[in-house]
Each structure stands twice: as C-alpha cells, then as structure tokens.
C-alpha cells in the first residue's frame, strides 16, 4: 500500500520511467514488505517550476512516499539512498538530482483505509506493522 509520487521535470523517454519505478518499487518492497506500490511520476514543465523565486530554474525532484510508520533508522537510510540513486539514475542532466529531497511520510494503521476497511482491523497489517516496528 505504499504511495509515492515523484515530482520531476519533463522528458524522460519512456525507458527511463520504466527503469525508475520498477527500481523504487524494488525499494519500497523491500522496506516495507507490502503489496501495492502505487506510483505517480507528476512532470512539470520548465515553466511550471520556481526555486528561489526563480520561475524555470534547473528542477530539483521531490519524492513523496505515504506509506506504513517505519521506526528503523538503517531501513529509512537505505530507502532514501535507494530512491536518490533511481531519480538521479533516471533523471541524469535533465534535473538536479543532487538536490533531491525524499519526504517520508509514515502513517499508523488507524490513519489508513482500503477498500472501505481501516487497515488496524486487517490482522494480516498489524502483524506487518508489528514488524515493521521491529
């Protein structure tokens, strides 16, 4: 159930794409053990995009992933370096990759719904969070 949405310039080929979302969801499988990596690519526009109050500055991609709490700090850095190695892989000189920021947002299972359940009355998701927890 993890869901990660990467914002990045346009005009990666479709290869590109292919390799960076089988590589983060390889990431996040890993992580977090779950089904149902959902990803969204958002591609902005050289014009649609300001740092420093500088509109068509140079993007630096920012990766969001909603996603189960993960309390281990070995697994966090290793899923942030993961993350940061397939945008800087994928995106290359058509971004900033080195300044790319990774946002992990961790929810508790009675902040989660799916399919009309609160994921904390799945017992097969509290025995992942347990573990996750670990």
């Not at 949405?5 to 290869?15: A, C, F, H, K």
């Not at 996603?67 to 370096?81: C, D, F, M, N, Q």
Request: avoid cysteine; charged fraction near 25%; hydrophobic fraction near 40%.
């Amino acid at each position: 159930m993890p869901v990660i949405y990467i914002d990045g310039p346009r005009g990666l080929s479709q290869n590109a794409k292919k390799k960076l979302v089988e590589e983060v969801t390889r990431a996040a499988d890993e992580a977090y053990r779950v089904p149902d990596v959902r990803i969204w690519l958002r591609e902005t526009p050289a014009d649609g995009y300001a740092q420093d109050g500088v509109l068509g500055a140079r993007v630096r991609p920012v990766v969001t992933l909603e996603v189960p709490e993960l309390s281990g700090i070995e697994a966090k850095r290793t899923l942030v370096a993961r993350i940061n190695a397939a945008v800087t892989g994928a995106y290359g000189d058509h971004a900033d990759t080195e300044h790319t920021m990774v946002f992990l947002n961790g929810y508790p299972l009675e902040q989660v719904g799916l399919a009309g359940r609160m994921q904390s009355d799945r017992p097969e998701m509290v025995k992942l969070a347990e573990q996750l927890a670990g």
